[in-house]
């Protein structure tokens, strides 16, 4: 069968197959160098897809070294894309169990032990404490609550890409005299951590959840109503943090990860009864709940940079891939870690009446599963059948190996930039996505 190639286009649901990617000039060779990637790719059969409406650039004469953006210095070549259009279940499974036998070898693999927290320690030292005074208020209950999470507990994954992926458009731009994220930047990584901190409690709300990084959760504690106005209070303080930056493009960035939050909340609340179309609603929901808010966030800090729309668009590229991995890992997590070490409730998706990766993986072996996944899991004995029929099958390999595949389409985006220990402590995060525990 005939695979075809495309070029990204925003809206459509896509897995990037190949590792090169082409800065380009020349129109007259683009076919040519996409033929050679295909034949590299071992995809004999290609069909090369010809865009007229602007969604691709179709060049392909190399201006410097493959994977490498020349800075921002007035007209720029354009990137070359190529991805595999995945719309459906099937095609996705087909991939995954193929690479099986060769996950573990086609991992990223970082050139440099970067530290990527200890790169970013200055910065993030404060954080938590300038988001407290962020959210200052003259009600004592308002205030307890909505500083609950911004206790220093949490990961802080997000300001530490946002951070990261900063200073190395900085880097390549020459934006930053002392290395240093930009004051504007860094308060992007406020906002992203606050936009976050808001999701779970309005989360743990719907979810009727108790526990939240290994403590009571907000709504647990003072109740639903409450709650709800804590996550309301603190996405308002974030949007006027976010307008007092006064950058119009970088407000409409932020905007659209509150609506894309929404709107992925909804296609959770629902699942498709073709069962080939599951998966594709299940990879947009992802990135509507919880890619979009790392992706946005750092368009916004290569937009404050300086950055031409290609750093802007491998800044994208990079958030949006490293942030549907984090939640493929996360979903598998669900299956195979322990309450204790999670910090909240395992099963928790099945429990919830959600249908993750593992899951869908596994339906193809256990046809019975996918009545289960139309009712939500909801009769006797159905959450159990369906962990039962995860650890039966190889679906939670093939969850490892597509959130692989995201990281290594993370790791090829980031590797556009200038080299610096910033792009480095960005690549060495893809692993750490991978491997983490919790």
């Not at 880097?171 to 951590?193: C, D, K, T, V, Y």
Request: charge should be positive.
């Amino acid at each position: 069968m005939a695979t075809s190639v495309r070029f990204w286009k925003e809206g459509q649901r896509f897995l990037p197959i190949f590792p090169q990617l082409c800065v380009v000039r020349d129109p007259n060779h683009c076919k040519m160098s996409l033929r050679k990637l295909c034949r590299q790719s071992r995809q004999s059969h290609a069909r090369i897809a010809d865009g007229k409406d602007g969604s691709w650039t179709a060049p392909g004469k190399l201006l410097c070294e493959p994977g490498r953006l020349p800075q921002c210095r007035g007209s720029q070549g354009n990137v070359c894309r190529p991805l595999l259009q995945l719309n459906t279940t099937t095609h996705i499974r087909s991939i995954c169990t193929s690479s099986l036998c060769s996950s573990q070898k086609s991992s990223p693999d970082p050139r440099t032990p970067s530290d990527p927290f200890q790169l970013v320690s200055t910065e993030m030292s404060t954080l938590y404490n300038d988001i407290r005074m962020e959210l200052a208020t003259f009600g004592s209950v308002l205030r307890d609550m909505s500083h609950y999470y911004f206790d220093g507990q949490g990961k802080a994954f997000r300001p530490m890409v946002v951070l990261l992926m900063s200073r190395a458009c900085n880097f390549h731009n020459g934006a930053s005299e002392n290395g240093l994220a930009l004051p504007s930047q860094r308060r992007i990584s406020m906002i992203a951590e606050m936009i976050h901190t808001a999701s779970l409690v309005h989360d743990d709300v719907i979810d009727e959840a108790d526990t939240r990084r290994g403590k009571a959760c907000v709504s647990n504690l003072h109740g639903q109503r409450k709650a709800i106005l804590t996550g309301d209070y603190i996405l308002t303080v974030s949007s006027m943090a976010l307008a007092s930056i006064g950058n119009k493009d970088v407000v409409i960035l932020l905007s659209q990860v509150i609506e894309d939050l929404v709107r992925g909340e909804f296609m959770q609340l629902g699942t498709k009864e073709d069962e080939d179309e599951r998966f594709a609603h299940y990879l947009k929901k992802t990135f509507k709940k919880t890619a979009s808010l790392l992706a946005h966030s750092c368009r916004a800090v290569a937009v404050l940079s300086g950055g031409c729309k290609e750093v802007q668009e491998v800044a994208y590229q990079y958030g949006k891939n490293l942030g549907i991995a984090f939640q493929l890992v996360d979903d598998m997590l669900d299956f195979m870690s322990t309450e204790e070490l999670m910090g909240k409730p395992t099963a928790a998706d099945l429990k919830l009446g959600l249908a993750t990766a593992p899951v869908l993986f596994a339906s193809e072996k256990y046809p019975e599963l996918n009545a289960m996944i139309m009712r939500r899991f909801s009769e006797p004995g159905d959450v159990e059948l369906a962990r039962e029929a995860v650890t039966k099958t190889e679906s939670l390999q093939q969850s490892r190996i597509l959130a692989e595949q995201y990281c290594r389409e993370a790791v090829r985006q980031i590797q556009q930039l200038a080299p610096s220990p910033e792009r480095e402590a960005l690549v060495t995060l893809t692993q750490k996505v991978l491997n983490r525990k919790k």
